[in-house]
């Protein structure tokens, strides 16, 4: 259970400073004990796995330490929170925002040596400008980690927008990003406790909201791809009387089952907003934390592709069911995608398990289906 706000703010967030402050305190002992451990294990030159971890975590805690004194000074500057919310102080907020993911991405990319290739369509200058005076909706598949952190980066740093982002409650327990996120608009979901209604409501709200520079960031999918998200995945299909969908969605070994409900929300709720498609494929198979490990240093090419709907392209018109089916068009050629772009030895795309004997599917209730 997500302990309360004040907690968060008087408890977790001095902690980090503290563990921050102690870590870089202790670093040069960390570092010889990773290098004399490295070898002992016989790691290869080059390698070390654990000096290469530790440097990174230095780079996370300082940055998310001088973050949160940043956020505190403007806390004090807004008149003790009095005017966060004004439009001054979000620039502010998401000027922070794009020196923290800049500041890790360039660290990451030096530590772990990922090189990350975005496809897009070439655009002439006044194109990209008519591009920024609409709102998007950014509609992502969610694997492999820190995979949220380059799209949302990219978004920022790139593409000069302000991204609004659905996330799980728990990524509140992140002091840095509890903070931050929570004084832009962005929304935490926490489907056991605010259950589906309020859960579309809240996405509704961020899509009204958008101006034309804004970006709300979806990942239908609801978590990381594990075999055994896929498994449940189809099964719910079936539970619900969707033994259509649970067909397609056998054929996407590589994605898991889109929850359409709060994506079809965000499309209905801003009809000027262009639809964006995210695929990206190299760490998507980066499943456990046993994975990552192995995997450091990384050593390859991270490859992403953006595909975009305009606004009077997109079925919003039509009726739910079209659009549900449009939905899951669109994620199997993302699949397709990434079976045709995955980089290096994972070219070929682990099959996961097969899915148990389908159970007889309950009955189909207004809160399932928009949950499909």
């Known amino acids: 259970m997500l302990p309360p706000r004040l907690v968060r703010r008087f408890v977790l967030a001095p902690l980090a400073v503290v563990i921050a402050v102690a870590v870089v305190v202790l670093s040069p002992l960390l570092a010889a ?10 790691a290869r030159p080059g390698r070390m796995r654990g000096t290469r971890l530790l440097y990174f975590t230095l780079i996370w805690l300082a940055a998310e330490t001088a973050a949160l004194f940043m956020c505190l000074g403007l806390w004090v500057a807004s008149g003790f929170g009095g005017r966060l919310r004004t439009e001054p102080y979000q620039s502010r907020h998401y000027a922070i925002m794009r020196w923290f993911l800049d500041l890790l991405y360039n660290a990451a990319t030096r530590t772990f040596g990922v090189r990350v290739e975005v496809d897009e369509p070439e655009l002439t200058a006044e194109e990209r400008l008519a591009r920024l005076a609409r709102p998007v909706i950014v509609l992502s598949r969610h694997a492999g980690p820190g995979d949220s952190f380059l799209l949302v980066r990219q978004l920022l740093t790139v593409y000069g927008r302000r991204p609004r982002v659905v996330m799980k409650a728990t990524m509140q327990l992140d002091p840095g990003l509890d903070v931050m996120a929570n004084r832009l608009p962005n929304v935490f979901i926490s489907r056991r406790r605010t259950g589906e209604k309020t859960f579309i409501e809240q996405i509704e709200r961020l899509a009204r909201g958008l101006d034309p520079t804004g970006a709300l960031v979806i990942f239908p ?9 896929w498994r449940r995945g189809i099964q719910r299909l079936e539970r619900l009387g969707r033994r259509d969908l649970a067909a397609r969605a056998r054929e996407m070994p590589n994605v898991l089952a889109p929850r359409t409900g709060g994506a079809l929300a965000a499309i209905t709720a801003c009809p000027e907003a262009d639809v964006i498609f995210v695929a990206h494929a190299g760490l998507d198979r980066l499943v456990s934390v046993g994975d990552v ?8 090419v991270v490859r992403a592709k953006w595909w975009r709907v305009p606004y009077d392209e997109v079925p919003r018109s039509v009726d739910h069911e079209a659009q549900v089916q449009w939905l899951y068009d669109w994620w199997e050629r993302i699949d397709t995608w990434i ?3 995955r980089p290096g030895d ?18 189909t209730t207004a809160t399932a289906a928009l949950d499909m």
């Open 293 to 300: 490990w192995r995997s450091v240093p990384m050593d390859q």
């Open 33 to 42: 004990v990773t290098v004399v451990f490295g070898l002992v294990g016989h």
């Open 346 to 363: 994972a070219a070929a795309p682990a099959t996961p398990p097969a899915t148990p004997s389908a159970t007889p599917p309950d009955e």
């Open 221 to 229: 999918e609801g978590g990381n791809w594990t075999p055994g998200r």
């Open 339 to 341: 079976t045709e772009n």
